[in-house]
């Protein structure tokens, strides 16, 4: 009976988030407060399934992108990219898809998006332009980017635990595909918004005769910033030298320059995407009695019993499962279901190492497919609706699941050639 209500209430949810009948954050916290109210799981084990470290970081680096705000410091970036691109959008969409893929291979997704996305509506303000056809590219960049690296996204850091695999190892067999799949999309993408593109000689003139230097607006806060964000990029970067959850070197980032600016607290803290936070909170409860009842464990353990361990019908079945899981599950909690099933394959005398670089490029690419599949899609959401331009899920959808079935195919023959052959 819990079983058939958790997929049910799952299931309401999601109609409810794509069809966008009900608002994104309302109908998670609905399902939640009934997995609750239906005993599905104890309060306790509710706040168990909860990542308060994805929230953690959050909430830390809204906080400090939000102080950095005030410097000026992203509009004299946003002003000196268009510049360098001569005003031309589609050469500004590139440049800063790249910047924020190289980016997001050394810091978590969300945090990336948080850095770029404010310099995109700079740019497209000031161009007269929607900045849709920025943000999609930006969200693939931070999702791909983050795929190449050991540290780019939760699912690849929990491969690396569970396998012994380094960060030199996810860089020299993801890397290459990464390249390859973005280069593609990228091109994919250009057919698809160059219409929407066009813009006057004039809004481009507008752009060049802007000075970013003006843009400063607090030098010494921006010094300040600089420190702490550097200090914050490090603590990532060691984290697991360290021994401190990723959300423990971002909210003291935040604390730190909170004090170093003494800036309105209230100003501050309303930075903070709530609506996204909340969201994020009711998803995780709702994938949680997924799990909790069984279901993620069920569909694991099916594709390993349908492919009767042969090993490129298993990483074939696991690349393609993996990522439309991904497109609309939490990755964290099916890649962590995976591992043990995967562990015990090896155990059987099956050469398991390709199928850790499947469930990677699944999961993480995977993301890619819906406005729901990835921590950073929702983030990037919520900043364009606070700035005034909806992207619905219906909108993203329609660009992002056929862009995301490519690089998966393209990340198919890969696997196949190079390691499955």
């Known amino acids: 009976m819990q ?4 997929l049910l209430i799952f299931v309401v949810v999601m109609a409810l988030v794509m069809s966008e009948k009900v608002n994104r954050t309302i109908a998670a916290m609905a399902g939640a407060s009934l997995i609750l109210i239906l005993n599905i799981m104890s309060f306790d084990d509710a706040l168990g399934y909860i990542d308060f470290n994805t929230l953690g970081v959050l909430v830390g680096m809204m906080i400090i992108v939000g102080i950095i705000k005030h410097t000026g410091v992203f509009e004299y970036l946003s002003i000196l990219s268009a510049k360098k691109a001569k005003g031309d959008p589609w050469k500004i969409i590139l440049s800063l898809s790249i910047i924020t893929a190289l980016v997001s291979s050394i810091l978590d997704n969300v945090t990336t998006v948080l850095l770029i996305v404010p310099m995109t509506f700079v740019i497209t303000d000031t161009l007269g332009i929607s900045p849709l056809p920025f943000l999609i590219p930006e969200i693939f960049a931070s999702n791909m980017g983050g795929t190449a690296t050991l540290i780019g996204d939760p699912p690849n850091i929990m491969i690396g635990n569970a396998a012994g695999l380094g960060f030199t190892d996810f860089l020299v067999n993801l890397g290459p595909i990464v390249v390859i799949a973005f280069a593609a999309v990228l091109f994919v993408m250009h057919l698809m918004f160059r219409k929407q593109l066009a813009v006057s000689e004039e809004k481009k003139a507008e752009i060049m005769q802007f000075d970013e230097k003006k843009a400063l607006k607090n030098v010494p806060l921006l010094k300040k910033c600089v420190v702490v964000l550097v200090l914050v990029i490090a603590g990532f970067f060691l984290h697991d030298q360290l021994n401190y959850p990723s959300a423990v070197i971002a909210l003291t980032g935040a604390a730190l320059l909170m004090l170093l600016s003494r800036g309105d607290i209230d100003e501050v803290f309303s930075n903070v995407e709530w609506p996204t936070l909340f969201f994020f909170g009711g998803l995780f ?17 099916l594709i390993v019993s ?5 090993l490129l019908l298993t990483g074939v ?3 393609w499962f993996s990522a439309i899981a991904s497109a609309f599950l939490d990755n964290i909690p099916f890649v962590a279901t995976l591992i043990p099933l995967i562990k015990a394959l090896g155990a059987g005398g099956m050469s398991i190492t390709p199928l850790w670089w499947a469930i990677s490029l699944g999961a993480c690419l995977g993301g890619n497919g819906t406005l729901i599949g990835a921590s950073a899609n929702v983030v990037v959401a919520g900043l364009a609706e606070k700035h005034g331009y909806k992207l619905t899920f219906q909108t993203y959808f329609k660009y992002g699941f056929p862009l995301m079935l490519l690089s998966i195919v393209l990340s198919t023959i890969y696997l196949v050639v190079f390691y499955f052959l």
Request: net charge positive.
């Open 317 to 319: 079945v696991l690349i």
């Open 285 to 301: 409860i709702l994938v949680g009695a997924l799990q909790k009842v069984g279901v993620i464990d069920y569909l694991a353990k």
């Open 3 to 6: 079983l058939v209500a958790s």
């Open 306 to 310: 349908l492919t009767h361990n042969n």
